[in-house]
């Protein structure tokens, strides 16, 4: 081929990387996500989810080369980076770029932690891989831009970019070349999927898993290329590449440009949540905090209130409807999506975390009450990354507003935080401090076996 395919030119710009050293401040923040990572994995063992993950993933298995995150149980590579990306999103508490709107880590870390197992990788691996597969799917979902609509908008980017992103991580653990990343690429391609149906409708829990098929699948292609098959090269630009047959179109001078660009580090925009609920809803929970401030300084009382107008735009309308299955959710994964839900939910509890957010809450009478007043209104821009969100509440004859709220993501001491909550929820407190600072130097461990303790 006399022109390098699109994917064979990302590898080896990736690749180029990494030999010459990653900065500090990404293997820094790379470190700190993969604590992130961890510590919710751990707590989400504490879910009905997780022992369902298990047992699906062991049937027909016995043993393997490759641990579970918080247990001795062993699995093959491909099965066990699907059971700890499970884990790491069940709790719809993982990092995520906004504007590409993706988790990247979730994917990229369980491939890698399953591969390390099966080769005996170094935790310097490890960290390299995640920061170069968090690197992929950002730029590739930064190059979409999702909104409410058009290409990408009906599809979890997280699950279609992170078979891409799982099979460059797991490739640069085992030290492979461009020529076997390429060929896994291609592999990793045929097997991606990612329809949205799940987020969109309600009722399903296996939304809280998505992100699980694509570490599964790129550690499979990895596996699949190391005896000898290759992939395609075309995979992205071909004339059934990922552009064409899940994009539209074929990739633009400016869409390559974007992802060839030798000098960015879209990970750096990954950020770690504060709160333990899908992304789309974390303005609206601020806004609220911000409007249960404002009601207590002017002395009103929460149950006076008649009517609560919150402001969505085209994607996170797609959270409310149909309003009275929103207002009512039947599973946690349903509340966790749900605005309406969520914004009655903030308003009541005024706190957000896993000791208030569970299944519990979904019987409460009070937050049924809440979510019973809230009316939907389609009234902001819908542009790539979220608006700030705005809530109006009229309580008697008053009528309250909430200042503008955005999202925000955790500073490194809210992590240290959530991951000291993430360790007490899953019974491992005592667990924390050393875990944690092991995790901060993860590329100095000649190997990976410590973090599934």
Known sequence: ???????????????????????????????????????????????????????????????????????????????????????????????????????????????????????????????????????????????????????????????????????????????????????????????????????????????????????????????????????????????????????????????????????????????IKPWPSCRLSHPYVAAALALRERMADAGLALDRASRIEVGVNASAAKLCRPIDDRRRPATLQDAKYSIPWMVAFTLSRGTVDLATLNDRALAAQDIHALADRVEIVENLPDNPGHPPAEIRMRVDDRVLQSPPAHSFGASPEQARRKFDGCLAEAGRAAAAPVLWQRLLALDAEAGVDFVYT
Not at 39 to 48: E, Q, S
Not at 119 to 142: F, I, N, P, T
Not at 148 to 173: H, K, M
Request: proline share 4%.
């Open 1 to 271: 081929m006399s022109t390098p395919s699109l994917g064979r030119e990302l590898v080896r710009l990736l690749l180029r990387r990494q030999r010459e050293g990653l900065p500090a401040s990404v293997l820094a923040k790379a470190r700190l996500h993969i604590a992130d990572a961890v510590g919710m994995a751990l707590a989400a063992h504490r879910t009905p989810l997780a022992a369902q993950v298990l047992e699906a993933m062991a049937a027909g298995v016995d043993g393997g080369a490759c641990r579970v995150l918080g247990t001795a149980r062993r699995m093959p590579p491909a099965q066990a980076a699907f059971a700890n990306a499970a884990l790491m999103h069940i709790l719809d508490f993982d990092d995520i770029h906004d504007r590409a709107r993706l988790h990247p880590t979730t994917v990229t870390l369980a491939a890698s932690l399953a591969t390390a197992s099966w080769c005996d990788a170094s935790g310097q691996r490890v960290v390299e891989a995640v920061a170069l597969g968090d690197e992929l799917m950002c730029r590739l979902g930064v190059m979409v831009s999702p909104s409410g609509e058009g290409p990408g908008s009906d599809w979890f980017l997280t699950q279609l970019f992170g078979y891409l992103g799982a099979a460059l991580a797991a490739g640069i653990v085992r030290g492979d070349g461009e020529d076997a990343i390429v060929a896994s690429l291609g592999l990793a391609y045929m097997q991606a999927a990612g329809g949205k149906q799940a987020g969109f409708g309600t009722g399903s829990t296996a939304r809280a898993i998505y992100p699980a098929f694509a570490a599964m699948g790129g550690v499979q292609a990895g596996l699949i290329c190391a005896a000898g098959i290759d992939g395609p090269e075309l995979s992205l630009d071909g004339a059934a590449g990922l552009f064409r047959i899940y994009l539209g179109s074929a990739p633009t001078a400016a869409q390559r440009a974007l992802l060839l660009d030798p000098d960015a580090w879209h990970f750096e925009q990954v950020e």
